[in-house]
């Protein structure tokens, strides 16, 4: 079965800092990837998505991730944090045949991360 | 144009009650999925709806069921309550058509408390 891995539950930074967020997946197949945010009180919103091409891609708000097809991974990197990106940070994939990107998307268990102003 | 939007935004129910959710894609979209996301935790696939039948299932007890409609919109229906589906209820919404992949839209949940 598809499942997510993220190493860190809770990240704990101060402004300036840089970020990097460990995601693995275990899947053998084509996959589509992805990063979602959970600002408090609001609803999930994308932050950045792979699908094919390029493995750097870029997101929203300055947030990049990597796809390493070997490691099966996709981390979530942001040179510098700022406060306002304190949130809960969900890796995502999904993978079917035929219409891939409508199926369903298993999810991480999350990393929350706070940053110190 | 509006995203996907949910309703209620809260409820609180009785366990061995029965609550429906609605759910209505964003336009142009015509597959909606459920997701339960529990305090802490990541949201949990439930079932998917396209051309209103269920087309994919997550590990959910029959408890759970759902409808779609004509117009695309969605009903989550939970009956029996526990304590245990207290949780934060996600819909999204993606178009299947055009053959290239799109990302699927959630909708901002309806907290369910159970007590």
């Known amino acids: 079965a598809q499942s997510v891995s993220q190493h860190n539950h809770h990240v704990i930074l101060s402004e300036a800092a840089s970020l990097e967020l460990g995601c693995n997946y275990s899947?053998?197949?084509?996959?589509?990837l992805f990063w979602y945010v959970q600002y408090p009180g609001q609803h999930l919103q994308l932050l950045l998505k792979y699908f094919s091409g390029d493995p750097l891609v870029k997101g929203i708000k300055g947030f990049e991730a990597e796809f390493i097809k070997s490691k099966f991974s996709f981390n979530l990197r942001k040179p510098s944090v700022q406060w306002s990106d304190t949130a809960e940070y969900f890796c995502?994939?999904?993978?079917?045949?035929?219409?891939?990107?409508?199926?369903?998307?298993?999810f991480g268990s999350g990393t929350r991360l706070s940053i110190r102003p | 144009d509006a995203g996907v939007t949910q309703s209620p935004t809260h409820l609180i129910k009785t366990r061995g009650q029965q609550v429906t959710l609605r759910c209505s894609p964003k336009s142009g979209h015509d597959t909606v999925s459920w997701y339960q996301q529990a305090l802490g935790q990541g949201p949990q696939f439930i079932f998917q709806?396209?051309?209103?039948?269920?087309?994919q299932r997550g590990n959910f007890p029959d408890r759970f069921s759902g409808h779609q409609f004509p117009n695309y919109s969605s009903e989550l229906n939970v009956n029996a309550l526990l304590l245990g589906d207290s949780a934060l209820y996600l819909c999204a919404s993606v178009s299947r058509g055009g053959g290239r992949p799109y990302e699927q839209y959630f909708g901002p949940g309806t907290r369910l408390t159970v007590t």
């Open positions: 899947y053998g197949g084509t996959v589509n």
């Open positions: 709806y396209y051309e209103e039948e269920e087309r």
């Open positions: 995502a994939v999904n993978s079917l045949p035929g219409y891939s990107s409508a199926s369903k998307i298993i």
